[in-house]
């Protein structure tokens, strides 16, 4: 069965701290992408990866950084958490040339900042 | 760009009653279109998508769309719901050239009444 693992279910940070988020996918997928799932506001595209090294900003890349060292794993990173970086965080990925007609996602990972 | 409007935020539905989720997108060239499923503590999961051809599209748990070009509509129907299709649906556009990310609209949340 395909996957993609989100490594933490629920995290609790402080304000300020470095948060990393990771991704790993086992599906061979060039393309990952990194989601924010607020109540109200639906899923808002932070950063993705079309390949190794390779890294584009999505609509709201503000407070955030990723890192894409190998093909499998896509990690995203807050710098100083802040409150509002609160939210359900969801990883996704899909196989290159295929107009991302098929994003498979993982569970997620409620961050909750303090 | 694209964006898609998901009209309805809930959407109460008594069990066997049919159910219609609006969703219009709005976009200056050709688009593809999609619904994506999550069910409660699930990561998302793709329902049905429009690419070409045929515009009325089936997808899974018997749930179908229809693509309306001149209203640029994608409205998600089923005859019949059952409990367990209480979810969050979210339809979801892109560019239909290139490799472009999906844009999400705000979600719409199906709660099927016994």
């Known amino acids: 069965d395909v996957k993609v693992t989100q490594s933490s279910r629920y995290l609790v940070k402080r304000t300020g701290e470095k948060v990393f988020l990771e991704c790993v996918q086992d599906?061979?997928?060039?393309?990952m992408f990194w989601y924010r799932q607020d109540p109200g506001l639906g899923l808002r595209l932070i950063y993705f990866?079309?390949?190794?090294?390779?890294?584009e900003k999505g609509d709201i890349p503000e407070g955030y950084s990723v890192s894409r060292e190998k093909k499998e794993r896509f990690s995203l990173i807050l710098e100083s958490a802040s409150t509002n970086q609160t939210s359900m965080y969801l990883c996704?990925?899909?196989?290159?040339?295929?107009?991302?007609?098929?994003?498979?996602f993982g569970s997620g990972t409620q961050l909750s900042v303090l | 760009a694209q964006s898609v409007t998901q009209l309805d935020s809930q959407v109460p539905v008594f069990e066997e009653a049919p159910v219609e989720l609006r969703c219009n997108y709005s976009?200056?060239?050709?688009?593809?279109l999609f619904w994506y499923v999550q069910y409660p503590n699930q990561g998302l999961q793709l329902l049905l998508k429009?690419?070409?051809?045929?515009?009325l599209v089936k997808g899974i748990n018997g749930f179908e769309a229809e693509f309306n070009k001149s209203q640029t509509s994608f409205h998600l129907r089923k005859p019949s719901v059952h409990i367990s299709d209480t979810a969050e649906y979210f339809c979801?556009?892109?560019?239909?050239?290139?490799?472009?990310?999906?844009?999400f609209g705000k979600g719409t949340r199906l709660s099927v009444i016994a």
């Open positions: 996704a990925s899909s196989s290159a040339g295929t107009v991302n007609e098929k994003l498979f």
């Open positions: 599906m061979d997928h060039e393309n």
């Open positions: 990866s079309y390949d190794v090294k390779m890294k």
């Open positions: 976009s200056s060239v050709s688009v593809y």
């Open positions: 429009y690419l070409s051809g045929s515009t």
């Open positions: 979801a556009v892109t560019k239909g050239s290139g490799n472009t990310p999906l844009v």
